[in-house]
């Protein structure tokens, strides 16, 4: 197979003018492959050994792929609460699109190509570090079984990009579902541009929702559907620790995978108050803001819609305010089943199990206790009590989860599931790695400051295996020692 037969096609292309810039990418002087995803490529269908060879070219853009339609989206946003009537992909291009072996739609992009009609001030590039963390993250999520776009190629681009420090520059070949986004509505919504409302409504119903073709009311039906996506994506991020940092409505995605991996960061020990974007001064996206921010997002795709909900004014604000209205029950039932297979609980629900979930998030928090490693832990502890000592240890009080303990075992006596049943579900739930921060950075930092990428490939290996005991790797497990600790995460713009 050559470059010639990447079976490209470009629907979005052919969504009318408004929809976007057609932008070719900008070539760079020296580009060199860092990180190729092979199995993702031969998911997409794609000739990965050609690719991969070719690689340096294709994914920094120098060499267009054959069938491709650059160009580059247009959207708005609220960020940080503030509308932006024109934002657009300043820094991505859209390069086509594929179907892949399952028969889904994906979006291939390069992130940091240079660039386009929606750059404003920005110069359209990536550093190299945004770009690696991007890289771990998003398929440390997918690993993680989250749903997330992904990562399918990263190039140095040999040139330097200027921060607040020079730095080496990078393109990233991100995979979607789409890139459409809330802020995708709100600019047409904006505009006053009702038509070009419901052809992306459609666009993205026949895309994403094909289900909601017949329905009696598709937007309205739409906008529900996109709701619970969310509601359900973010009671995921929760039950991993994850904080996305920049819950912009420009980076909340219609197809409900997570998107845009700036300041994002894991929780080690648990507070919902955690926070490490720099930006993020007043903690609006904290650990334990997601779902209302999810609501408030929701709140505004319903409002871009208003105009195509229903012919009656009244009507169409009494439906969206009522699919607004729904979310947190959305979300509250997608967070019961999370954290319920969290804790082991897995037959019929009863009244005490609400008690028994807070007093033990009440006693992590006050415990200063590690997320993971105490729910890994927890793992271990219903198939052997020994192992209670070492989910004790996680606490400042050693004792402290000693009468949750008895409850629990209590409660989990009424189950069906033998312990080791139970120990195996829990631990196909419970990660024993995550992307822990101080990891990411070490491994960043050797890339940048020494071109080391080693410690980045074995990141990425040991977080493909989330849910293994890897003993070999014992070491990425461990939240920070003292002076290890990453307290702030900085937007990779
Ligand atoms: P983000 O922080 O990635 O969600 O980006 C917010 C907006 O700023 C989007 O419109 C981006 O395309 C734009 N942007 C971010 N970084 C750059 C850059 N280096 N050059 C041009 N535009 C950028
Ligand atoms: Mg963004």
């Not at 080690?268 to 609501?295: E, M």
Request: charged fraction near 25%.
């Amino acid at each position: 197979m050559s470059a010639a037969t990447i079976p490209f096609d470009n629907s979005y292309a052919r969504l009318p003018d408004a929809f976007f810039a057609p932008v070719d990418p900008t070539p760079v002087e020296a580009p060199q492959l860092i990180a190729f995803n092979r199995v993702l490529a031969e998911q997409l269908g794609l000739d990965a050994e050609m690719l991969e060879r070719h690689g340096a070219g294709y994914f920094s853009g120098n060499v267009a792929l054959p069938g491709s339609l650059p160009l580059a989206m247009a959207y708005a946003g609220h960020q940080f609460g503030q509308f932006v009537p024109r934002l657009g992909d300043g820094r991505a291009i859209l390069i086509g699109e594929v179907v892949d072996r399952a028969g889904k739609r994906r979006d291939i992009q390069l992130k940091g190509a240079g660039p386009t009609p929606y750059s404003r001030r920005g110069d359209g590039r990536a550093a190299l570090g945004p770009v690696l963390r991007e890289y771990i993250i998003s398929e440390a999520m997918h690993a993680l079984g989250i749903p997330t776009t992904r990562a399918l190629a990263a190039v140095t681009t040999g040139q330097p990009v200027y921060r607040d420090r020079v730095l080496p520059g990078a393109v990233f070949t991100r995979v979607a579902a789409s890139h459409i986004r809330v802020g995708t509505f709100q600019f047409f919504a904006a505009r006053g541009e009702v038509e070009n409302l419901s052809i992306l409504a459609d666009h993205v119903i026949e895309r994403h929702y094909p289900e909601l073709k017949g329905a009696e009311r598709p937007y309205l039906a739409l906008l529900d559907a996109v709701a619970d996506r969310q509601a359900s994506l973010i009671a995921r991020w929760l039950g991993v620790g994850f904080i996305h940092g920049v819950m912009n409505t420009d980076n909340m995605t219609i197809s409900g995978e997570t998107i845009d991996f700036g300041p994002c960061a894991f929780m080690d020990r648990y507070d919902p108050r955690t926070v490490f974007s720099s930006i993020d001064q007043h903690g609006r996206y904290a650990f334990g803001n997601q779902p209302g921010i999810g609501q408030w997002n929701i709140a505004r795709l319903a409002e871009a819609l208003l105009p195509i909900l229903d012919d009656d004014e009244d009507k169409a604000l009494e439906a969206a305010n009522a699919a607004v209205g729904r979310f947190m029950d959305r979300f509250q039932a997608h967070w019961k089943t999370v954290i319920r297979a969290k804790l082991g609980l897995a037959d019929a629900e009863r009244d005490s199990d609400q008690d028994l979930i807070r007093d033990l998030l009440v006693t992590l928090y006050e415990q200063k206790a590690d997320y993971t490693l105490a729910f890994r832990r927890l793992a271990d502890a219903t198939e052997d009590e020994s192992a209670d000592a070492a989910l004790g240890a996680l606490l400042e009080d050693p004792t402290a989860l000693g009468p949750w303990l008895a409850a629990w075992r209590e409660r989990l006596s009424q189950d069906t599931a033998t312990p080791q049943a139970r120990a195996a579900a829990m631990r196909r739930v419970n990660p024993a790695f995550i992307p822990r921060n101080h990891k990411v950075e070490e491994a960043l930092g050797a890339a940048i400051d020494d071109g080391d990428f080693s410690l980045f490939a074995a990141l990425n290996d040991v977080l493909s295996r989330p849910y293994e005991d890897q003993p070999a790797f014992a070491a990425y497990a461990e939240p920070p020692k003292p002076g290890e600790e990453i307290t702030a995460t900085f937007c990779g713009t």
